[in-house]
């Protein structure tokens, strides 16, 4: 169990040549507008207000690169991971241009961020599986890039029904063998086993 202590924003870039220079294990946050990533990224770090939130839709619209500092539960040792917030997607009144210009920045990073380990995808448990989740799924499937479902809002849903809904909802996202993480801001739940996996992906190569 790691436990992340010490956060900060790095910068906010487009272009791989902006992205900041890091030597550290590196996770992105994806999912539709709104879904909660600037969110989980507070929740995560601790960090009220790092990542910044709104209830518009579509406010994230640069790739937003955040540094932080791990300690190792109960053995104290420390590492530093980097995480990225990346653009929502299927924002409704976003332009088709501006659509455009989202999948080309996003799949710039997915193949020119050499220090990324994994995908955090966001995704609603209320909500069936969507299109646009898919899309995205087919997309790290295509690079191989490793990744994980945070099925968010939990508390909306009774506890009972919590680990079929997450199973129900893998099985439709065709995510059979990948992690589900349900979630719950609200309640302040479901973090530990997304830290764990995120820790176990940065140790490996």
């Keep these: 169990m790691i436990r992340l202590v010490e956060s900060f924003f790095v910068k906010s870039a487009v272009e791989p040549a902006d992205y900041p220079a890091s030597a550290y294990p590196e996770f992105a946050f ?3 507008s709104n879904v909660g990533k600037s969110t989980l990224i507070n929740l995560l770090t601790n960090r009220k207000g790092l990542a910044k939130t709104s209830s518009h839709p579509g406010k994230t619209r640069l790739l937003n690169f955040f540094l932080t500092r791990y300690k190792e539960e109960p053995s104290e040792l420390q590492g530093f991971i980097q995480l990225t917030d990346l653009p929502g997607y299927g924002f409704a009144e976003a332009s088709l241009s501006e659509q455009e210009k989202w ?5 710039k990073y997915l193949e020119q961020r050499t220090q990324l380990r994994a995908i955090v995808v966001l995704v609603d448990i209320r909500h069936p599986a ?5 899309l995205m799924l087919e997309m790290l499937r295509l690079r191989n890039i490793r990744h994980c479902i945070v099925a968010t809002k939990s508390d909306k849903i009774p506890k009972t029904k919590i680990a079929k809904t997450a199973q ?10 990948i992690p589900v993480f349900p979630v719950s801001a ?3 739940t479901g973090f530990e086993p997304l830290l764990s996996w995120i820790h176990e992906i940065s140790l490996q190569p």
């Design 186 to 188: 609200l309640n302040n």
């Design 30 to 32: 994806a999912g539709k």
């Design 130 to 134: 969507d299109k646009k989740d898919l």
């Design 168 to 177: 129900v909802l893998a099985k439709d996202l065709g995510v059979d063998k």
């Design 103 to 107: 999948r080309k920045m996003i799949a």
